[in-house]
């Protein structure tokens, strides 16, 4: 599944009510930090790439609103969009890998 294009990202961030959802674990982030990006709201659950479902509650969020998921190489992130999609979500984009997807937005490093 292709990632989504910096374009497309870019585009759903300019709704505030865009979510961006890191599926890399706690010791990853750590490491390498997060994206941040201001007036969004970031949430954090780890997913495998073989994985079927999040332990994250997405009861509140709106569905027809963006979400933008991202782990660290992207594999993780292909299974959780197809996981938000399986619970109704509309919008929801494939950012890819951490690093790239942080030097496509122009954000610092840590």
Not at 22 to 34: A, L, N, Y
Not at 41 to 61: I, M, V
Request: glycine residues 10%; contains cysteine; aromatic residues 6%.
């Amino acid at each position: 599944m292709p990632f989504a294009s910096i374009e497309d990202i870019k585009t759903s961030l300019e709704n505030p009510n865009t979510v961006i959802l890191d599926v890399r674990t706690t010791p990853e982030i750590r490491m390498s930090g997060k994206i941040e990006v201001e007036g969004h709201k970031w949430y954090q659950c780890a997913c495998g790439p073989f994985s079927r479902d999040l332990r994250l509650n997405t009861d509140a969020w709106d569905k027809n609103a963006g979400v933008i998921v991202h782990c660290r190489s992207g594999h993780r992130s292909s299974a959780a969009k197809k996981i938000l999609e399986g619970r109704g979500f509309e919008n929801v984009l494939d950012g890819g890998g951490y690093s790239k997807l942080k030097k496509s937005l122009g954000l610092s490093e840590k």
